[in-house]
């Protein structure tokens, strides 16, 4: 029974790869050897000093510097330096090399720390909430590198800024997400390759990709570069938190390839032919696996064999990258990767030792690139390139990106995960780099968002899907829904759907300033302004509601979330500490309320409702 390579029995969406130039088969990240920091105690660290402790829960005032508290419980690393105790950094027990770091923290007003990979490469942590354009010692910098003997101005170089600035007010928990690889040194332990940030993230966005190291940036632990360090965090530069500390490590030798062979056969092949019944038009032994010899035509197939070398024991993820094409990979005779297979292989289960490969490569497409790829993760091991990078065909189009000082508001669709597409979308930006998107067929704030703009690629590119992508550090408020409602009683539920409200919009226009938009509709027989304005220092959104009409039992849902803390003085926190809202003082009293296992934060409708969102 024939193989098929590319054909009809591929799924939809899988064949639109092989069309546009590229298999792609296998996993992204790597099978872990993962490393959990608990925080029970301090148990993982080396001689914690006493500024350090573990707590439950963290409390900042976004108002004084340096400010935070600290609740009973376990799971929160805290740091909070006194006058008389300025701190000191705190370094875990264990060490690592090429490792994966993910961790969530959050700082007080004013607060500086970092963590040093390895004791020796710093990835800044400071409160730059509100920074418009953020610099090497801006939350998620990489600091600079520093030499005391040169002129005043030119001692710090080698630093890195973020690509934007995607920082969290004070208080808010933020998310890092860290792949580094260590410094490389030969047998006579000199360095023969230098560290690199792979990638980081924070809050989502995409912050730095494959950067070099060339040395310990500034106040590292030692000036001598190593193959192994500890994991260090700043202590002595203001109150900081963390928590969900994770540390995936990748330390293992790689597999190799060995005694590889190819065989070329010309012609187009949508499924595996009898190769005893075939001639080959080429054939030849390879150091690596490669597809740089040349061959009579541009459709072919060629069929690697040879055998996998395989260090460590333990369950394997394979994948290929053929552009132009298809194929399937074999180990030891089973297949790993084949064309029925969507994304990823299964887990390979492999002892130490020597394994027959086969790796067969089907190019149908003139157009595509010749190249084959080949990735493998493994126990303890990234995800690498066994063969030379594959290209990806005609490759992707250049991103489409809006900026707002030209194009400050954008109709377009608008997907946000986990529910329908917003289909009457406005999205507002700013030069303060706070943007959002306001959906017009409820009245409602989809997204608010720091960092840049807006991509729209998949709305203006070839046919385009009429949508565009926020491209900063978002904030999302869950399933559209109306802002103002009638609530007969307390337990009443929220007004899903327009049946019943007599909602019709009336239009938006600009105000002031293009970031000043104001939205108006009728609801339930009353005529609503939506007023909203990005804050100038770039730290939120206010929002100012005007309603002329009868207004008994209506009320505004200000927010909906699993949680929402009553913070004092008209500020709550939503969410896992997501963002702030914050009412102003002639506002009134809002009150809590858990409807089908979600609070929701209300308020009663008055002539005019103002107050801040603040992330």
């Known amino acids: 029974m024939q193989k098929h390579l590319l054909s009809r029995q591929l799924p939809r969406f899988l064949m639109g790869l092989v069309l546009t130039g590229c298999f792609l088969t296998g996993l992204n990240r790597s099978l872990k050897a993962q490393t959990v920091i608990g925080l029970e105690n301090l148990d993982a660290f080396e001689k914690p000093g006493k500024t350090w402790s573990i707590a439950g829960g963290v409390d900042v005032d976004l108002e004084e510097k340096g400010v935070m508290t600290g609740t009973k419980g376990s799971g929160i690393l805290v740091n909070i330096p006194t006058k008389k105790d300025k701190g000191q950094d705190l370094y875990t027990k264990e060490t690592f090399g090429d490792m994966d770091l993910e961790v969530e923290y959050t700082v007080a007003k004013g607060s500086n720390s970092g963590i040093y990979l390895q004791g020796m490469y710093e990835i800044q942590i400071l409160d730059s909430w509100g920074v418009r354009v953020p610099r090497a010692g801006d939350n998620g910098g990489i600091y600079e590198r520093w030499d005391d003997a040169k002129p005043d101005g030119q001692k710090g170089y080698q630093g890195y800024a973020p690509r934007q600035n995607a920082s969290k007010a004070p208080g808010l928990w933020q998310h890092l997400k860290v792949s580094f690889q260590a410094p490389r040194f030969d047998e006579s332990g000199n360095k023969t390759e230098n560290a690199r940030i792979l990638s980081a993230e924070l809050n989502g966005v995409t912050i730095h990709e494959n950067v070099e190291l060339f040395g ?19 202590g002595d530069h203001g109150a900081v938190a963390f928590r969900n500390l994770k540390i995936d490590s990748y330390d293992k030798k790689r597999p190799e390839l060995a005694d590889i062979n190819y065989q070329v056969f010309e012609g187009t092949f949508d499924s595996e032919p009898d190769f005893g019944q075939l001639k080959p038009s080429k054939t030849g032994n390879l150091e690596v696996l ?24 333990g369950d394997y993820r394979f994948g290929i990258q053929l552009p132009g094409g298809g194929g399937v990979l074999r ?15 299964e887990p390979v289960r492999l002892p130490a030792g020597e394994h027959a490969f086969e790796l067969i490569y089907a190019k149908s497409q003139d157009w595509a690139p010749t190249a084959v790829g080949w990735t493998v993760s493994g126990p303890g091991i990234r995800e690498f390139q066994l063969g030379n990078s594959a290209g990806a065909g005609r490759g992707t189009a250049d991103p489409i990106l809006v900026d707002p000082k030209e194009r400050p508001l954008l109709r377009s669709f608008m997907d946000i995960p986990g529910h329908d597409r ?19 067929d409820y009245g409602h704030i989809v997204q608010v968002w720091r960092g840049e703009f807006l991509n729209a690629t998949p709305m203006w590119n070839s046919r385009g899907d009429g949508s565009s992508r926020p491209e900063g550090a978002v904030v999302r408020f869950g399933k559209p829904s109306f802002t103002i409602g009638l609530l007969d009683s307390n ?74 803390e009553d913070l004092g003085k008209g500020l709550y926190a939503v969410g896992d500490r997501s963002y702030y809202v914050q009412l102003n003082g002639n506002t009134g009293a809002a009150s809590i309320r858990k409807v089908s296992g979600k609070q929701e934060l209300l308020l009663p409708a008055g002539d005019k409702i103002e107050y801040t969102l603040l992330f």
């Open 491 to 564: 337990d009443a539920p929220w007004v899903a759907d327009t049946t019943g409200t007599a909602f019709r919009p009336l239009g938006y226009r600009i105000k002031s300033k293009e970031n000043h938009v104001a939205f108006t509709y009728r609801l339930h027989n009353a005529v609503v302004e939506d007023d909203l304005l990005v804050l100038e220092e770039g730290q939120g959104l206010r929002r100012v509601l005007s309603i002329e009409g009868p207004k008994d039992k209506m009320y505004l849902r200000l927010a909906e979330a699993e949680l929402i």
């Open 290 to 313: 490669s597809s740089d010899f040349r061959t009579e035509t541009s459709r072919f197939l060629i069929r690697y064999q040879g055998k996998l070398l395989v260090h460590e024991p």
């Open 216 to 234: 310990p940036t500034r106040g590292a632990m030692s000036g001598k570069e190593m193959a192994k360090g500890p994991l260090r965090i700043q």
């Open 422 to 440: 917003v289909t009457h979308a406005l999205s507002v930006g700013s030069e303060a780099k706070v943007h959002y998107t306001y959906d017009m």
């Open 331 to 345: 180990i030891n005779g089973e297949e790993a990767v084949s064309p029925s297979r969507s994304r990823r292989s």
